[in-house]
């Protein structure tokens, strides 16, 4: 067990440059510019300690060696996080035999989350580091340690908690065979052979074994497709050892949202004779969007299970660092630990989307499994084992000996007397959660699960049914789905071809337009300028999407983006609040004419920020009508705002990019290039349009008859 990153990362990096034929990596994210060991006492080995020049020094030094890297495929909304085009980068793809693919295979709205690097199939790592940023970290995890820095710009990073587990023998085998079936299968191109059975194992001499002839069961999270059934392993697993508990459950994992999970965690807790379960988690979160989607279904979880524990027996935990407090260490650990008699952990975190949606693999250790060289089950040396690994986590985040735990387990059999007898919280410490830090109001209005945790692949035409009742419908005159988009291109084409055309072309060159628009960034009264026409052009029913397009014709796509977001939402808050002021009966006489309007009040009455989302994404209703609705609906500041930065930030970032492609469009110097530029606008508009037609083609905000009659509530199918 290779806990914390400093220590996986060296021994990874020992085990590399041992490497003879090939390297398979599968990551959900991975950097070239990554350090492996202190890069201030640098090893003298004459190998480098960046993890892609390292791996190009390898294949340049041995041509029988082969790198092969599949990254999952990810989505934009990660770009700022991440290299660009990995797949096109020299770094990565440096000569034939070293090369990096992407892997966008599976549901859209899944990810590839494996962590594995298989080595000449006779060394093999999985768990829960990537080869990425803001990973490396000691087990000392001091809160100023200066060596935690971002490669590129040299921002700190919060200390970061999590294990690797490197193992020899057949298992390194059976993954290498995985990866290289899933190569085959991702690239179209033929599996990479085995490498030879002989071969000696790139085992490090300063790396020993925590125990031998360990049997081991790797469990697997896929989700459907086409030409496969859901694999669904380690939601199995993880629910059968918390059946099979008897005395404690020890959990360190990211999140905690998994339903299959808190379900089963409550039904134990409630048992007069149950286990005691301690989970430790972090309070740290990657941003506004994490905790609105993770921190609602963690504080959903944290209520189930506590109110089932009548009997005392839970502890949910948070480690503090040298008296901070907490949210100074990310827990990014995917653990769970049963008495002395299972142990689990890999990639998939205890959240919805690693029990069926995203690719996952998990280790799996139990007294139980038979040797695989005699066939007879270890018994007593694995479960010695298992609790010496929870008496080593434990001790990490209590600043106490292993031994000092371990002797307190066995005196009290209570983990939670080894939190009450140790921990220092000067030094490392472990103290009570109270709460999932997600908005109260995002907690009781978002749908169970929440977007962005799904269970399994959700359908686009199934999307409407998260935020909007069944038996609703849109209403509305039906047109064919790229009617508009054609339209609008049409009307792009047309205005271009006039401009060429005609003697504009000759009066309003680029460069006059260039010039012009220079003039209007340079003006230092611009970004006030810019805000304030998207605040009352929005707000005096101007189409929000033309105001979104000339932003980013004018600023470009970042700024643009920036000042159309401050400006809508702007907009969004004074239109908010000139509903709340007219109330319900006055936004009806403005309204009662209109049967769509009418629709949406029904909706917001009964199902707030989920149909405020809902409208955002499919705009059925004018920008400000809607604003008014969700004002006079009487739903809370709090859900309405964040209803609407979730719905409106990606409709937003799509159109600026659509605006920059128009000034690209108008600055084309040829009529092939402009033809280039159209076509992908083109491509843009359709793959947007689909999107939104299809979240809109089945359901919609129509009042329940019967509801309306009586003024009740009808119940949310989400929950």
């Given at each position: ?30 950097s070239?510019?990554?350090?492996l ?23 340049e ?14 989505p ?93 023998g057949?298992?390194a ?8 079936e ?18 000696p ?33 380690i ?6 050892d ?27 807790l409630?048992e007069?004779?149950?286990p ?7 309070r740290i ?47 990014h ?22 029990m ?10 139990e ?12 018994g ?21 000996a ?38 109260p ?8 699960p ?10 686009a ?12 419908e ?15 291109i ?19 060159t ?6 012009w628009?220079?003039?209007?960034r ?24 033309a105001l979104?397009?000339a ?5 470009g ?59 955002r994404?499919?705009p ?16 809370s ?5 964040w ?13 600026s ?18 033809a280039v530029?159209?076509a ?30 009586t ?9």
């Open positions: 067990m290779l806990v914390d990153g400093a220590a996986y990362f060296e021994t990874l990096r020992a085990a590399l440059i041992q490497a003879r034929r090939q390297i398979l990596i599968t990551a959900w994210d991975i070239s510019a990554v350090a060991v202190d890069s201030r006492t640098p090893p003298d080995d004459g190998w480098p300690t960046t993890i892609a020049p390292l791996l190009r020094a390898l294949t030094a041995r041509p029988a060696l082969e790198v092969r890297i599949l990254l999952w495929d990810f934009m909304l990660y770009a700022s996080d991440r290299e660009l085009l990995p797949a096109l980068r020299q770094d990565w793809n440096p000569n034939p035999r070293m090369r990096l693919r992407l892997d966008g295979s599976g549901p859209v709205e899944a990810s590839h989350h494996e962590k594995i690097v298989v080595i000449d199939d006779r060394v093999a790592f999985t768990g829960g580091l990537d080869i990425a940023p803001a990973r490396w970290d000691t087990r000392a995890h001091h809160a100023d340690d200066t060596r935690r820095r971002l490669s590129g710009n040299g921002d700190p990073y919060p200390a970061f908690h999590d294990m690797q587990v490197m193992m020899e057949p298992v085998g059976v993954l290498g065979a995985l990866v290289r899933r190569w085959a299968r991702v690239t179209d191109e033929p599996a990479p052979a085995a490498p030879p059975a002989d071969l194992a790139p085992w490090p001499a300063g790396a020993p074994a925590d125990i031998d002839r360990l049997p081991v069961a790797l469990a697997r999270t896929a989700p459907a497709t086409a030409h496969a059934a859901p694999v669904e392993e939601a199995r697993l993880i629910e059968a918390i059946r099979a508990a008897r005395r404690w459950i020890y959990i360190e994992d990211q999140y905690l949202t998994a339903r299959v999970a808190a379900h089963a965690l409550a039904d134990r409630a007069p004779d149950g005691e379960v301690v989970a430790v988690v972090p979160w990657d941003g506004w969007l994490e905790t609105a989607t993770m921190g609602v279904g963690r504080e959903r979880f944290l209520r189930l299970i506590r109110a089932a524990d009548r009997h005392g027996r839970l502890r949910v935990v948070t480690p503090v660092v040298e008296g901070r407090g907490p949210g100074h260490l990310k827990i650990t995917k653990l769970m630990i049963v008495d002395d008699i299972a142990l689990r952990h890999g990639s998939a975190n205890l959240n919805n989307r690693s069926g949606l995203d690719t996952e693999l998990d280790l799996h250790i007294p139980g499994l038979p040797d695989p060289d005699t066939g007879e089950p270890r007593a040396a694995v479960s010695d084992f298992i609790e010496r690994v929870l008496c080593d986590l434990l001790g990490e985040h209590l600043a106490t292993p031994d000092t735990v371990r002797a307190t387990l066995r005196e009290t059999g209570s983990l939670r007397a080894v939190l009450d007898r140790h921990g220092d919280p000067q030094r490392r410490d472990l103290v009570p959660v109270e709460s999932g830090d997600a908005p109001e995002l907690v009781e209005a978002l749908p169970y929440v977007p962005g945790d799904f269970e399994k692949p959700v359908a035409e199934d999307l409407p049914n998260v935020f909007l009742p069944e038996g609703t849109l209403v509305g005159r039906r047109r064919h789905p790229y009617v508009r988009a054609a339209a609008l049409g009307v792009v084409v047309t205005l271009v071809a006039v401009w060429r055309l005609t003697p504009l072309h000759g009066s309003l680029p460069e006059v337009v260039s010039a628009i220079e003039a209007v340079a003006h230092p009264l611009a970004p006030l300028g810019a805000i304030g026409t998207m605040f009352f052009g929005t707000l005096l029913l101007a189409p929000i999407t979104i397009v932003m980013a014709l004018v600023f796509p970042v700024l643009g983006f920036i000042y159309s977001t401050v400006g809508a939402l702007a907009s969004a808050a004074v239109g908010f609040r000139i509903g709340r002021a007219l109330g319900r009966q006055g936004v009806s006489r403005l309204i009662d004419h209109h049967e769509r309007p009418r629709k949406v009040m029904t909706a917001l009455r009964r199902h707030g920020i989920k149909t405020v989302l809902f409208f994404i499919v059925v209703l004018q920008y400000t009508l809607t604003n008014l609705a969700c004002g006079a609906a009487g739903i500041w709090r859900a309405y705002i209803g609407t930065l979730i719905g409106m930030v990606p409709g937003i970032a799509v159109m990019l659509f605006g920059e492609g128009l000034g690209r469009l108008l600055r084309a110097s040829t009529w092939g290039e402009a530029i159209a992908a606008l083109l491509g843009l508009v359709l793959l947007v349009r689909a999107g939104s037609r299809a979240l809109a083609r089945r359901r919609g905000p129509e009042t329940d008859p019967a509801a309306s009659a003024g009740a509530p009808t119940a949310d199918r989400g929950d």
